[in-house]
């Protein structure tokens, strides 16, 4: 059951955010090295069997509490995109990711509503990104 909130959790540490409004950007990373070699001849090999896909999320309508939660867990749980943790996306499924931001950007809309744009790492599991792209917004 869909609901509008994510969480991210690191051992005993677990926030829950108000999630992203609206449909979420998803790249897949290719598991594919191809080179073109001095003779123009093309080659490539399988780099990995593990799929990977970064997720662009804009969190909007954060209130102070979760924008303290999310740089405290941003900061010092994970220690940025150090250390990987469990997210939970609005669909309810949870994933393996880790922060591909170095900081993160915070932007006050209001005095009790603040945005951020994250990026995470999704690896592992194949969010069906090119099947049903819907499950992920």
């Excluded at 998803?26 to 073109?36: E, I, M, Y």
Aim: charged letters at 20%; a negative charge; proline letters at 3%.
């Amino acid at each position: 059951m869909a609901t509008t909130t994510v969480t991210l959790a690191k051992d005993a540490t677990t926030i829950t955010l108000n999630g992203p409004e609206g449909p979420s950007d998803v790249n897949c990373h290719p598991n594919w090295v191809s080179q073109l070699s001095e003779g123009l001849q093309r080659w490539s090999y399988r780099g990995t069997d593990t799929h990977l896909e970064a997720w662009a999320l804009r969190l909007e309508s954060l209130t102070l509490a979760q924008t303290q939660a999310l740089r405290g867990f941003f900061y010092e749980t994970v220690k940025g995109p150090t250390s990987t943790f469990t997210y939970t996306h609005t669909d309810g499924v949870s994933y393996t990711a880790r922060f591909v931001n170095t900081g993160l950007k915070f932007q006050r809309r209001a005095h009790k509503d603040w945005a951020c744009q994250i990026e995470l790492e999704i690896s592992g599991t194949d969010s069906g990104a090119g099947v049903n792209a819907a499950a992920v917004g």
